[in-house]
């Protein structure tokens, strides 16, 4: 007690001096002073304080410039709610307690500082009662500031690792094949995810059998040799799904003193798309090395934890084949793993603090910064493709996928440049592919048309010059025969033009709302004549089938051409089924890639016929080709089918098979219209003359124009006439009377469709009949004609154009 007495001045003491003092207050006294860790004794109420030196050196010479102290908890003001809480406690008999990393201000210096504390809190008995606290202090500031790094850290990675798909195995070699397996490693092996520890043998068995000799033999090479790394590829059947997969193995083999394995750490990264696409992304090192010096300082046991979290990270980190990333959510890039610098050259420097903007492809317009923006909103955003530019000047494809989380945006990149190359490739061989196919067919299509027309013409010329002849001679026997023989040829003629542009898709449709039910049932009296008696005829109508719009001539034509190619394939008898069904198309249907997603209605034309090989299938929609005898077919059939249903947004399918029958399906376009009226009446002949109404007739080809001209005046009509559209205009501009326009929509100058609008606009109520062969701007006429307005198709009966003048001036 000598000596506690002769360091310290204790006058100043409520206690007196240490001699008055209870003896275990004395003992506690001797040990705070006599320590170098900082102590603190809390006696009575709190009015007298001992500190050690260590203490006040910590907390600040500012607030306890002596050893003692006196006051109350207002001394304490700063920090009494983290340690009033506790000395309260173990005064009242609560016993011991020990509180770990509270954050305590700290004036140095005079300047105010931020500490974790831990604090350790033991009463100091007095006879029967407590009479103070002796409180322990540990400054773990470093302690714990470094432990969060490492938690932020490992959290961090963790997700990237999951983003990236890849799995973590950890092998303890020196008990056989005990294994730990991440959540990643399971689902790229297709392994359950409460799959437990397997055997070497479960390995095995899931590689591959044509990789698994191979394989297992590198293994066992590996263990028993001297290296320290240990890199494969091979390929595995999971057991999920059976599906085949490529795995990429980057282990590490950690060996005893004596190079004896005893630790094996690997990443398992599933890299089937690259293997296929011939791509082979490297991988970089020393990612963490900042990290692993900033661990450097911590204790020796804090120490040896975060290098070993630090160096399982790490592998995983350098050895991915992806290119990974993270960034603010700003679109500032903060982290990279090496495979950046492999696959676009530039440093993990010249990378970092930027955003993607100077390393997009100018023509991109900023995709993948505008994508990142999206997921620093928070919005969620798929699969995107954007071009980067290489440090050597070059752009490389990359796919990325993302994900927001927190403060951050983490993003998985991978190297497509590759498979753009090839998809190139093959896109210019197909289009080469195409253009021969095309041409092919240019050289068929000329053939076939100049072979057909030389016979009609041939027909059409012999007619008339033996008419001529009878004629001249002064005959008129057998004259109807000529005329009717050239007739024929000219319809023929007709049709097969017809036929030509259904199949380019530049016959003049006129759509109309239709009732395909409806319209199957009015044809089978028909197609029960054309099929005959030996061929049983079955419709299979579906209830409450939507409407379509097209052309119902054309469909009517469409399904007779069907139904006459059935009962060829049948000579000896045998069924004919046409059915209607209601089809929505999602864009996935094997059989109908051309036609977009939406709802069609399907018609489907069924026999049992000899059927076709997948040969004459395939070309069984090319222009004259046919199966048929010479003289039993041209060839148009399915090719005219096949341009009505393409010019009117559908399709057409066919199956057969050999022996089996064939089936046709032809998809058209759902219409949410009402059915159109029927118009029969308006293609009736006139039942009467004309009563003196005026048609003016537009129309550029003479012998077109006189025909029309001299067959108008014989019912009965008024004519006018003009060569173009400019002098057409000039009349209907006039205030005579006109009824009816009739004009030819190809005019030189100003085309019929123009010369009918200008005309409207002074006589708005006007009717025009527009007659056409062909033109690109009414290749099909939806939209095209307004209301008061029809077309006609050339060539054309005079008294199919008589009725439809008739019934337009009437209507």
């Known amino acids: 007690m000598g000596a506690l007495t002769r360091a310290y001045d204790w006058s100043a003491s409520p206690l007196g001096k ?9 003992t506690t006294v001797r040990i705070l002073l006599n320590t170098n860790h900082p102590m603190f004794i809390w006696w009575g109420e709190g009015l007298i304080q001992f500190y050690n030196d260590a203490y006040r050196q910590t907390m600040g010479p500012e607030r306890h410039p002596s050893a003692l102290g006196q006051g109350g908890r207002e001394c304490w003001a700063e920090i009494w709610d983290i340690i009033g809480p506790q000395i309260e406690q173990v005064m009242s008999g609560g016993g011991a307690t020990w509180h770990e990393n509270q954050l305590v201000p700290v004036t140095r210096h005079g300047r105010l500082e931020q500490v974790y504390w831990t604090y350790g809190y033991s009463p100091i008995d007095e006879d029967d009662r407590v009479g103070g606290v002796l409180v322990v202090c540990q400054d773990v500031t470093k302690d714990y500031l470094a432990t969060a790094a490492l938690r932020e850290r490992e959290v961090e990675l963790a997700r990237v690792q999951q983003i990236g798909r890849i799995g973590g195995l950890e092998v303890d070699l020196r008990t056989g094949f005990r294994n730990r397996r991440s959540p990643e490693y399971l689902l790229v092996h297709g392994l359950p995810p409460d799959a437990v520890n397997e055997s070497h043998a479960d390995w095995v068995r899931r590689v591959h059998p044509d990789d698994r000799e191979a394989t297992e033999k590198k293994f066992r090479d590996a263990i028993a040799g001297k290296v320290s790394d240990y890199t494969v590829q091979y390929r595995i059947i999971r057991p999920s799904d059976g599906e085949m997969r490529w795995i990429s193995v980057k282990s590490s083999i950690e060996r005893d003193e004596n190079g004896r394995a005893i630790r094996l750490v690997g990443a398992h990264t599933d890299v089937t798309e690259q293997v296929v696409a011939e791509q082979a992304l490297r ?70 603090n930027r955003t993607s903007e100077w390393l997009e492809h100018p023509d991109d317009g900023g995709l993948t910064r505008a994508q990142f923006k999206k997921l620093g909103d928070s919005e969620t955003t798929g ?4 071009r980067f530019r290489h440090k050597d000047g070059s752009y490389r494809w990359l796919s990325w996928t993302g994900a927001p989380d927190q403060d951050h ?70 004259v109807a025969r000529y005329i009717n023989a050239a007739m ?47 061929i049983d005829l079955a419709i299979v109508a579906a209830d409450d089938l939507w409407f379509t719009l097209c052309d119902p001539n054309q469909l009517e034509s469409a399904l007779l051409n069907l139904a006459i190619n059935a009962r060829d394939a049948m000579p000896d008898g045998g069924k004919l089924t046409i059915t209607t069904a209601n089809a929505r198309l999602d864009g996935g249907a094997a059989d ?29 929609f090319d222009p004259f080709f046919t199966t048929k005898p010479i003289g039993q077919g041209t060839g148009l059939g399915l090719s005219m089918i096949y341009g009505f249903a393409r010019q009117s947004d559908g399709h057409v399918t066919i199956d057969s098979k050999l022996g089996q029958g064939t089936s046709v399906k032809l998809y058209l376009p759902r219409h949410h219209g009402e059915i159109a009226a029927q118009l029969a009446s308006a293609v009736r002949a006139a039942e009467h003359a004309a009563t003196g109404e005026t048609v003016l007739v537009v129309e550029d080809e003479p012998v077109v124009r006189a025909v029309i001209l001299e067959m108008l005046r014989e019912q009965g009509y008024r004519t006018l006439d003009a060569v173009d559209g400019p002098s ?59 209301p008061g307005m029809e077309m006609i198709t050339k060539p054309f009966e005079l008294d199919n154009l008589s009725g439809r003048i008739r019934a337009m001036i009437s209507g």
């Open 18 to 26: 240490p001699e008055t003092w209870p003896q275990s207050l004395r």
């Open 283 to 352: 991988q970089s090192e020393d990612r963490y090395r900042k990290l692993a010096d900033q661990l450097a300082e911590l204790n020796a046991t804090l120490a040896q934890h975060v290098e070993e979290k630090t160096r399982e990270r790490d592998r995983i980190w350098n050895v991915s084949q992806d290119l990974l990333l993270v960034s603010d959510r700003d679109g500032v890039w903060k982290t990279v793993n090496p495979a950046w610098t492999k696959t676009l050259g530039w440093s993990e420097a010249e990378l970092l």
């Open 383 to 386: 699969r995107f493709e954007s």
């Open 409 to 478: 945006i983490y993003a998985v990149a991978r190297d497509v440049t590759a498979e753009k190359a090839a998809a190139e490739r093959l896109k210019a061989t197909e289009e080469a592919l195409l253009q021969s196919q095309k041409m092919e067919a240019v050289g068929q299509l000329t053939g076939g048309i100049a072979h057909d027309f030389n016979n009609l013409l041939t027909g059409i010329v012999g007619s008339m010059d033996l008419l001529q002849t009878r004629l001249n001679q002064g005959r008129t026997d057998n």
């Open 488 to 534: 024929t040829s000219a319809n023929r003629a007709a049709a097969l033009t017809h036929r030509l542009l259904a199949f380019a898709r530049r016959q003049p449709l006129i759509p109309k709302s239709v009732d395909v039910n409806q319209l199957v049932v009015s044809l089978e009296d028909l197609l029960r004549r054309t099929i005959g008696k030996t």
């Open 592 to 620: 109908t890639p051309a036609l977009s997603p939406g709802d069609y209605i399907c018609i489907g034309v069924t026999d049992t016929g000899a059927g076709m090989s997948a040969e004459v299938a395939a070309r069984a």
């Open 728 to 786: 057409g205009l000039r009349m209907l501009r006039n205030r005579g009377r006109i009824d009816l326009l009739v004009t030819d929509v190809g005019l030189p100058g100003m085309n019929g469709r123009q010369l009918a609008d200008q005309a409207r606009e002074t006589r708005p109520d006007l009717k025009v009949l527009f007659i056409t062969g062909y033109a690109e701007s009414v290749a099909i006429a939806d939209g095209f004609l307004q």
